[in-house]
């Protein structure tokens, strides 16, 4: 596709269950991150990437979130025993190195 | 580590007015800055992007500067309209190695018409 694509879009989930975000960056792009927005909040940093490796982590909230990129592409974003505290929409972007970021739409993640 | 503030937090203007939305940030080692629109619950749209060897970028009625070593940069929105109305963010890109992005807090403007 032509821009960077999230999925799911929404997603609801119960307390404690674990649920996976996924992130496809724009081809050739070798940046990507990954951040969340609370409802009426700015945007908090979570993770970048570089490639396939992570060189800022600062962003993970505790050690229940966690994320992978592979293959220089796509992304996931683990977030284990959910808690309410976790619903939020949660934002990829990506860029080249000289170009701008480029977001997706989000995904809406619901702890119920 | 880089901080990036917005000012005034919230604006309110009546249509037809041209305003200023000012983003300050604290480390002047910067790739490129970017300036973007968030829509009430909606993704990021891209508005302008200013590389740090430039001093400013214009598109339509949107003109943004960029003082790099005061750390300042400005969007200009000229003969404001209602479809303005939105929270409008600026973010930085660290230079060197490591080129993570910090966003500001965001200026959400009301244009009344």
């Known amino acids: 596709g032509a821009g960077v694509s999230q999925s799911p879009s929404n997603k609801v989930t119960e307390k404690g269950k674990d649920v996976e975000l996924r992130c496809d960056p724009i081809s050739g792009h070798t940046a990507l991150y990954w951040y969340r927005q609370s409802l009426g909040q700015g945007l908090e940093f979570l993770i970048y990437f570089q490639g396939n490796s992570a060189p800022d982590k600062s962003g993970l909230p505790s050690d229940r979130f966690s994320a992978e990129r592979t293959g220089g592409s796509v992304s996931t974003l683990t977030i284990q025993r959910t808690q309410q505290e976790d619903s939020a929409v949660y934002l990829c972007?990506?860029?080249?190195?000289?170009?701008?970021?480029?977001f997706g739409q989000g995904t809406r993640l619901t702890v119920v | 580590k880089q901080e990036v503030t917005q000012i005034p937090a919230a604006l309110s203007v009546p249509e037809g007015e041209n305003l200023v939305l000012n983003c300050s940030f604290t480390?002047?080692?910067?790739?490129?800055l970017q300036w973007f629109r968030q829509d009430p619950g909606k993704g990021l749209t891209s508005l302008l992007l200013?590389?740090?060897?430039?001093r400013e970028q214009t598109s339509g009625r949107l003109n943004a500067s960029l003082d790099k070593s005061s750390g300042r940069s400005t969007l200009y929105i000229a003969a404001s309209q209602p479809g303005d109305s939105a929270t409008y963010l600026c973010a930085v890109r660290g230079s060197g190695g490591y080129q993570k992005v910090t966003f500001g807090t965001g200026t959400k403007l009301q244009v009344i018409p």
């Open positions: 972007a990506s860029s080249s190195a000289n170009t701008e970021a480029f």
């Open positions: 200013i590389q740090s060897s430039q």
């Open positions: 480390d002047s080692a910067i790739y490129n």
